[in-house]
Every structure is written in structure tokens, then in C-alpha cells.
């Protein structure tokens, strides 16, 4: 998710991408992955993130 996520923004040229953060359970983000996590470890454009 966060791959699609980063992927449109760079397709529609914007400059900023503001998203919530939310967090799940450990194991629940190791079996079903988590869009926060992915994101933050592979932005490439500035993120605003709010939790």
C-alpha cells in the first residue's frame, strides 16, 4: 500500500504527500504489512504525517 501510495505521487508530480499515521499490533503489521511503516522507510517526497 504505501508503494502504490508513494507511486501515485510521484505519477501526479505532487510535492508533499499528508497522510494519517496509525499503528496495529506487531504481529498484525508483520503478516498484512502497514502503510506507515513502508512509508517512512521509502519516502521520496516530504511526508506530513498526523496521529
Do not use: N
Not at 499515521?21 to 498526523?50: D, F, K, N, W
Amino acid at each position: 500500500t504505501g508503494g502504490a501510495l508513494l507511486s501515485y505521487a510521484a505519477d501526479g508530480g505532487y510535492d508533499l504527500l499528508v497522510m494519517g499515521a496509525y499503528g496495529h499490533a506487531r504481529l498484525q503489521e508483520l503478516v498484512l504489512g502497514g502503510a506507515t511503516r513502508s512509508i517512512l522507510a521509502t519516502m521520496t517526497l516530504p511526508v506530513l504525517m498526523s496521529h
